[in-house]
């Protein structure tokens, strides 16, 4: 993988190239802190985002909001690491309760023939590789519903010795 620096901006960028939201009505806003800093496989995050900003739209099939933050933040439990948290939210349809625990599963899919069930279970393992953590809430109550994917990626990975030697990776400065 081609190694280069990623900038928070980027998200904005990911956003501009999703020109399906003009098609679905859909409306998105975005903000990031500068100081937000992490180590990342920019092409591996792109897929990320590409992933949760296309089931969003899938979830809002009469339009909708998508909102994404980058901010620094530390960790929200475990070893309580400095880092970057990337929140990725819509105005769509929710995940029922009841399915919510199976959606990063390989092959669970709610879009019948229209999904093959990989994109959050690849979500989850981009994020994995990245020594992150995914988390996942979603409210399917009238008025109310809709999803939110938050990520925490940490600002440093764990010493060289727990990475290849040819992983190249780049930088959210």
Do not use: C
């Not at 900038?7 to 009505?25: E, G, M, P, Q």
């Not at 920019?42 to 909708?64: C, H, T, W, Y």
């Amino acid at each position: 993988m081609k190694s280069r620096w990623l900038r928070t901006k980027s998200v904005n960028r990911v956003f501009a190239l999703t020109l399906t939201f003009d098609r679905h009505n859909v409306s998105a806003s975005t903000r990031h802190d500068d100081n937000a800093t992490a180590v990342i496989y920019p092409e591996l995050m792109r897929q990320v985002f590409s992933n949760l900003l296309l089931n969003a739209i899938d979830a809002m099939p009469k339009g909708g909001k998508v909102f994404a933050k980058i901010s620094k933040t530390r960790e929200w439990v475990g070893q309580e690491r400095s880092g970057v948290r990337i929140t990725i939210a819509d105005t769509g349809t929710g995940i029922a309760a009841d399915i919510l625990s199976r959606v990063r599963e390989p092959f669970f899919t709610t879009k019948g023939a229209y999904g093959n069930g990989m994109g959050l279970a690849i979500v989850q393992e981009i994020i994995a590789h990245h020594q992150g953590r995914l988390k996942i809430r979603s409210s399917t109550r009238s008025g109310k519903s809709g999803s939110v994917f938050s990520i925490f990626i940490p600002a440093k990975v764990r010493d060289a010795g727990e990475r290849r030697r040819n992983d190249h990776v780049g930088r959210i400065p």
